[in-house]
């Protein structure tokens, strides 16, 4: 099965607001990365969370993860139009080289 | 620094047609490889990987392939392509496990 499966709801937030998304996972994971993509474009990574990490902070995002729970959260922070975009994470597990992603998030940032 | 270039940009194929798309990483050595298929509105479903040249591990069997002739080259390839072949394809590297993907730009294919 998929790893990585965000909760596929599509957000729409005003300029300044913050924007969460959350992430889960079904099976052991060595990290947990998140993704960013313009439409049409290729993904660009944002940040990394390795499975004995709890918290990540990369500027204005903040990202979460619960091992327990098996999910993780990207949090941003005063977000602005230019964040308009789909989110992905993805995972790493067994050490396969295969990184499986999720079906995204779409978030938009009203001006 | 190191770059990745995906060709053609877009495409348009009929149905039945062969394919092959191309995508090469400069400025490192021995990437691992990938191709993703995105349909619209949709998460990507990764299609093949490689950890080295003749290295292809398949995801999706179907009625594509990939190859690997050089150390930084990895094509994808269709003798037929059918209409559910249509998507926006991203090749990406990384260094290994562990490490995070570089993306190129995407083909867009349409299988008319």
């Known amino acids: 099965s998929q790893q990585g499966e965000e909760d596929p709801q599509a957000l729409s937030i005003q300029e300044g607001e913050n924007a969460t998304m959350n992430c889960s996972y079904k099976t052991s994971i060595n990290n947990l990365q998140w993704y960013r993509q313009n439409s049409g474009r290729g993904l660009v990574h944002l940040i990394l969370i390795r499975s004995n990490e709890r918290e990540k902070h990369s500027g204005r995002l903040r990202v979460t993860l619960d091992t327990s729970k098996k999910s993780s959260s990207l949090l941003i922070t005063a977000s602005r139009a230019a964040d308009t975009a789909s989110y992905f994470c993805a995972t790493d597990a067994g050490g396969n080289n295969r990184l499986a992603f999720g079906k995204g998030n779409q978030v938009v940032v009203i001006p | ?112």
């Open chain 2, 1 to 112: 620094s190191q770059t990745i270039h995906q060709w053609p940009a877009t495409l348009v194929q009929p149905v039945g047609s062969p394919l092959s798309l191309e995508c090469t990483v400069e400025g490192t050595s021995n990437p691992n490889l990938y191709w993703y298929r995105q349909a619209a509105g949709r998460g990507l479903q990764l299609l093949f990987y490689s950890v080295g040249i003749g290295q292809i591990s398949s995801e999706v069997p179907q009625n594509l392939s990939a190859s690997r002739p050089q150390d930084r080259q990895f094509i994808l390839s269709s003798k037929k392509l059918l209409l559910s072949d249509s998507g926006f394809y991203l090749c990406a590297w990384r260094t290994g496990f562990g490490s995070p993907l570089h993306f190129g730009n995407g083909t867009r294919l349409t299988v008319t």
